[in-house]
């Protein structure tokens, strides 16, 4: 019976991927329809709102004229100050910089505080205390302290992404079947072994969790460092169109956003899947 | 405790040889915070020679898996002596293996890796033991499997690779946790029957958990009846079917006669569940 199971499984894979070949794709995959056919809907009432029902370019400007200000913005070499690519790739890099620091520390720390409950103990009402707190009040102070540059934007992103790595990764430690740790208790493993064989590999999932809810944050962070006053960057420019009331060039900042957003989660997702492939039962809404 | 001695004392005086576990006055009380603390073992004194096949009867509570767990060096016993092959047990050692209630196998490593990962705690050179894994893994019938991914594998496949994980390190001491409760009844009888197997072909020393009174006649030499909490034991029944045994044993007489006396021993001392 289990023999079977196996080759089900693995017939299953099978016919997948010859179907991947012929035309039943999309029927395959729904989703791979019916996504476009939502773009295609919102499009079109906005269009509707904005040509047809002639609501004014200052409130609602038109799929084009936003589709003009990106292919525009997008047209200039990505080192011009000017361009679109310069921009993202300053918010971009202040996102990653700043996920990068403060998921790496959120991962460390959450282990150590599972790790040594003294530790974790002491610590505890002084996270709750910071993580309650709105973290976007803190970007006019980043200014203070930093001034214009990235440093205040990645630190802001850095505190964001922080806490729900921090969390997910005390939840995966203490979430550890008691059992694997017997199992490795029962062969003499040290503390070293217990940790890196057994107990890090069982949090991936939960630390996954985690950093795709931190990835999509580190954009928000960013944007909101730039918002308080920065020299470059998207939020920055959102900034700079809104008072100036360059309504269409505006939108085309915020799809743009929209657009990374969807790629930083897209990429924790591919890279969950290389590490955490066993794990994508848990975690199958990613496979969307 | 005079009745438990009484009935240990034959087997112990016949058979010259040390025994491979000698427990003497054997407790473990839990403390609560707060609240009376639980006695879970409550002064055993028992002893499973080499090469024996023991298993451990009682209702839920009783201390089976706490036994077994000190026995295995996971949990420090609050008095009394225990004694491995002759040394005071202090910890886990590789003499004695544990098999659990579920598989425990990491979903991250293949069939092969999880069934070594005894190997790697222990720091001992993979290559060495890495034919003899595939050789067991041959035995139960996991050949094809070994760089395939738990969860590509049923109940059973799994229970019987963690068998393997516990034998890769050729321990002399098996302490097996209600290995196969969790199975369906097929599979169970089959794991049964292959566990009979490879303990008659390398005459392993078997301490065996169960709920199951059938199970436990079925595979053991001895059964050891244990009261209910707190756990003592309230009998050890020797189980004197002749073996090689299969599974028509269970519909003879003297099979019928040991269950009734060890369902009897139990209904007396709290029953089974």
Not at chain 1, 27 to 50: C, E, F, G, K, N
Not at chain 1, 80 to 85: A, C, P
Not at chain 1, 87 to 112: D, M, N, Y
Not at chain 1, 176 to 191: M, T, W, Y
Request: charged content about 15%; hydrophobic content about 50%.
């Amino acid at each position: 019976m289990a023999v079977q199971a196996v080759e089900t499984q693995a017939g299953e894979q099978s016919g997948a991927r010859s179907g991947a070949s012929s035309g039943s794709v999309l029927r395959r995959y729904p989703h791979l329809t019916i996504s476009p056919a939502i773009l295609v809907v919102l499009l079109t009432a906005w269009w509707l709102a904005s040509d047809v029902l002639g609501a004014p370019a200052f409130i609602l400007p038109a799929p084009e004229q936003v589709l003009q200000a990106l292919v525009r913005g997008l047209a200039r070499a990505p080192w011009d100050h000017g361009s679109l690519w310069y921009h993202s790739g300053v918010t971009v890099w202040e996102a990653l910089l700043g996920f990068a620091i403060g998921s790496g520390a959120g991962a460390f720390l959450g282990i150590a505080l599972a790790h040594w409950p003294i530790l974790g103990k002491s610590w505890y009402p002084y996270i709750v205390g910071f993580q309650s707190l709105p973290k976007v009040a803190l970007a006019p102070l980043m200014v203070v302290w930093f001034g214009f540059g990235i440093e205040g934007k990645v630190f802001i992103t850095a505190v964001i992404t922080f806490f729900p790595v921090l969390v997910n990764m005390m939840a995966g430690y203490l979430a550890v079947e008691p059992e694997r740790i017997e199992l490795a208790r029962s062969c003499n493993a040290s503390e070293w072994q217990l940790l890196s064989k057994i107990i890090i590999p069982s949090c991936l999932p939960f630390l996954f969790a985690g950093l795709g809810v931190a990835s999509v944050l580190s954009i928000i962070g960013a944007v909101v460092g730039e918002f308080a006053g920065a020299s470059a960057g998207l939020g920055m420019l959102l900034m700079q169109y809104n008072q100036s009331l360059e309504i269409a060039p505006l939108f085309a900042v915020i799809v743009l956003l929209g657009v990374i957003g969807f790629l930083m989660s897209h990429a924790v997702g591919l890279v969950e899947r290389h590490y955490c492939f066993w794990a994508q039962r848990a975690n199958a809404w990613r496979e969307l | 405790m005079n009745t438990v001695r009484a009935a240990a004392l034959p087997l112990s005086s016949a058979d010259t040889a040390p025994p491979l576990i000698l427990a003497r006055g054997l407790s473990k009380t839990y403390a609560v915070p707060g609240a009376a603390e639980v006695v879970a073992l409550n002064n055993l004194d028992f002893e499973i020679h080499d090469g024996e096949f023991v298993s451990v009867v009682g209702r839920s509570g009783c201390g089976k898996s706490t036994l077994l767990k000190v026995l295995g060096g996971l949990l420090p016993f609050t008095s009394g002596s225990v004694e491995l092959n002759g040394k005071p047990l202090r910890g886990p050692t590789p003499e004695a293996a544990m098999v659990f209630q579920s598989p425990v196998l990491l979903p991250w490593r293949t069939v092969l890796e999880n069934v070594l990962l005894p190997i790697e705690f222990r720091r001992l050179p993979r290559r060495a033991y890495e034919d003899s894994a595939l050789k067991l893994l041959t035995m139960v019938g996991l050949k094809d499997f070994a760089r395939r991914y738990p969860y590509e594998l049923s109940g059973g496949m799994q229970q019987r690779a963690a068998l393997v994980r516990a034998l890769v390190q050729d321990p002399r001491l098996l302490l097996m946790d209600e290995p196969f409760g969790a199975l369906d009844a097929m599979t169970r009888e089959q794991l049964n029957l292959e566990l009979m197997r490879i303990w008659s072909d390398s005459r392993k020393t078997v301490v065996f958990i169960t709920h199951s009174i059938a199970e436990a006649i079925f595979l053991s030499d001895r059964v050891i009846a244990m009261t209910a909490r707190p756990g003592s034991i309230a009998d050890v029944i020797t189980v004197d079917l002749p073996r090689p045994r299969d599974l028509s044993v269970i519909n003879t007489d003297r099979f019928g006669r040991h269950a009734a006396h060890l369902r009897s021993l139990l209904d007396a001392h709290g029953g089974l569940f």
